[in-house]
T-cell receptor, first 118, second 111 residues
């Protein structure tokens, strides 16, 4: 079964509004979560690293004021797309590491959230 | 630098044949590599991983080869099945759990 859950799976909003996407680790605690964005027929692009109890770390070129990340608990990270515009329409995917052993780097991914901005 | 997403190359194979998907990674410091499978509209799923102190690892029907000299990974799928049709991404971890994805390859399996 799924170990990382995202909600909503699909969202349509009007231009200028804000949208919040939730990412939950279901049976484990995640002090770190990662947010990716994927445009059609392209690869996943890492946007930011969400850190529980501290500020997120954003990748170069990602606007931190545009994509607000909050990691308020050990099982929940949220991504808020503020003042969304049509170019923000994309597939947003979160992930969390669930170490099976020492230094395991495998990530578990949510099912993704498809955002369409009209 | 970060791997940048490009329009996906495509590999088309006959059911029952073996598939080989190739990937070039970007960071010499990466010490852990993973292959993921992504079906349409879903998040990536783990297939197999390999550490930089290995050059080959086998799983069930899948084998990953690592060539650190030329920063190249390959995924071999034996006896490819229609259910293997998906997009395959290699990923590297240059530090901690931070994972960077390669460009991806779309695999079509013809019945």
């Amino acid at each position: 079964g799924a170990v990382v859950s995202q909600h909503p799976s699909r969202v349509i909003c009007k231009s200028g509004t804000s949208v919040k996407i939730e990412c939950r680790s279901l049976d484990f605690q995640a002090t770190t979560m990662f947010w990716y964005r994927q445009f059609p027929k392209q690869s996943l692009m890492l946007m930011a690293t969400s850190n529980e109890g501290s500020k997120a770390t954003y990748e170069q070129g990602v606007e931190k004021d545009k994509f607000l990340i909050n990691h308020a608990s050990l099982t929940l990270s949220t991504l808020t797309v503020t003042s969304a515009h049509p170019e923000d329409s994309s597939f947003y995917i979160c992930s969390a590491p669930k170490g099976r052993g020492k230094n395991t780097g495998e990530l578990f991914f949510g099912e993704g959230s498809r955002l369409t901005v009209l | 630098g970060e791997s940048v997403g490009l329009h996906l190359p495509t590999l088309s194979v006959q059911e029952g044949d073996n598939s080989i998907i190739n990937c070039a990674y970007s960071n010499s410091a990466s010490d852990y590599f993973i292959w993921y499978k992504q079906e349409s509209g879903k998040g990536p799923q783990f297939i197999i991983d390999i550490r930089s102190n290995m050059d080959k690892r086998q799983g069930q029907r899948v084998t990953v080869l690592l060539n650190k000299t030329v920063k190249h990974l390959s995924l071999q799928i034996a006896a490819t099945q229609p259910g293997d049709s998906a997009v395959y991404f290699c990923a590297e971890t240059p530090g901690g759990f931070k994972t960077i994805f390669g460009a991806g390859t779309r695999l079509f399996v013809k019945a």
